[in-house]
Nanobody, 125 residues
Framework: QVQLLESGGGAVQAGGSLRLSCAASTRTVSSPTRGWFRQAPGKEREFVASISWLGGSTYYADSVKGRFTISRDNAQNTVYLQMNSLKPEDTAVYYC??????????????????WGQGTQVTVSS
């Protein structure tokens, strides 16, 4: 069982930045694919970004490409989501996720086996 703990959410004005963190409770070999999803009120959960833990390959939703960066720290078993140039439409609860298997680009929720509790990101205009 992998437990994921997110942090770093908050409120920011449009154009600002936030950095989300997702720490895993077990060694990364147990979760070779990691991702971020988000869910806005009244909308379905949507893919944001994913990263392959071994090779570092990344993939982004078109809506965040060029603004968000996903990265990993092997020693800390932690994945980060750096969010720049934030827009009001980025407002959502952000969830990190981990998969027991290696997938790419891993853009669907069914690819993942473990989920964090979510962290709120609010962007005001």
């Amino acid at each position: 069982q992998v437990q994921l703990l997110e942090s770093g959410g908050g409120a920011v004005q449009a154009g600002g930045s936030l950095r989300l963190s997702c720490a895993a409770s077990t060694r990364t070999v147990s979760s070779p694919t990691r991702g971020w999803f988000r869910q806005a009120p009244g909308k379905e959960r949507e893919f944001v970004a994913s990263i392959s833990w071994l090779g570092g390959s990344t993939y982004y939703a078109d809506s965040v490409k060029g603004r968000f960066t996903i990265s990993r720290d092997n020693a800390q078993n932690t994945v980060y989501l750096q969010m720049n140039s934030l827009k009001p439409e980025d407002t959502a609860v952000y969830y990190c996720a981990a998969a027991r298997r290696a997938y790419y680009p891993a853009t669907t929720a069914t690819n993942y086996d473990y989920w964090g509790q979510g962290t709120q990101v609010t962007v005001s205009s």
